[in-house]
């Protein structure tokens, strides 16, 4: 298989976006050989998923499909979307809906709003974060675990103003000390209005499915 896509990729004058494989370990095998042609290679993952399942129990991989989806979406270098054959069959959102939110030091972002967007974008809120997307809110601290992130982030609030945006570990709570500049958080969900999201939540509803 590696040699066949490499001989197509080297001598096609096509532009190849989206390249659909059997399953994971034919994804690795040919995102290979796109690196190797200086493709950028986004790898889905094989999402097993029927319709009428419970997502939550593919709550990982479907975090893991938007965060690859987005940025194959933002990325302007040659690239090839590898997709199994399974996570093919599935209904891919518009760029629109995996819009990443900035967040910056010193930005000005009232806590109202902030819970606000979080809460459309699908993030759970709880006492204590530990699994992306989960997100807490302790008076002037937001602690969030963005479903594109390896860590969670820790926000310090001065009245309306961000102070702080620290990574921390989620075992032992403490932050690292490194201050960052800005994160990007992706949505849990979809990057939804108040009306976008009370549209669906109307039409869940109404579902004849539980």
Not at 45 to 70: C, H, M, N, W
Not at 132 to 151: A, L, M, T, Y
Not at 157 to 172: C, G, N, Q, R, V
């Amino acid at each position: 298989m590696q040699a066949s896509l490499y001989e197509y990729l080297k001598n096609t004058k096509d532009t190849l976006e989206q390249l659909i494989v059997a399953d994971d370990k034919a994804a690795k095998l040919a995102s290979s050989v796109c690196s190797f042609c200086d493709i950028t290679p986004f790898v889905l993952p094989d999402i097993r998923a029927f319709y009428g399942d419970d997502i939550r129990s593919f709550q990982e991989e479907f975090f893991a499909f938007k965060t690859v989806l987005s940025e194959f979406y933002v990325c302007k270098t040659k690239k090839i979307l590898i997709t199994p054959i399974r996570t093919s069959l599935l209904p891919f959102p518009k760029p629109e809906l995996l819009q990443y939110k900035t967040i910056e030091f010193a930005q000005s972002l009232p806590l109202p709003a902030l819970r606000d967007d979080l809460y459309y974008f699908g993030y759970e809120f709880l006492d204590l974060v530990e699994l992306q997307g989960e997100v807490s809110v302790r008076g002037d601290i937001v602690d969030i675990f963005p479903i594109n992130s390896p860590h969670p982030y820790r926000i310090s609030l001065f009245d309306d103003e961000i102070d702080s945006i620290k990574a921390y570990d989620p075992h032992t709570q403490k932050t690292i000390n490194e201050e960052l500049e800005s994160i990007r958080i992706l949505p849990a969900f979809f990057y939804l209005s108040h009306e976008q999201y009370a549209q669906i939540e109307e039409t869940v509803e109404e579902s004849e499915h539980n």
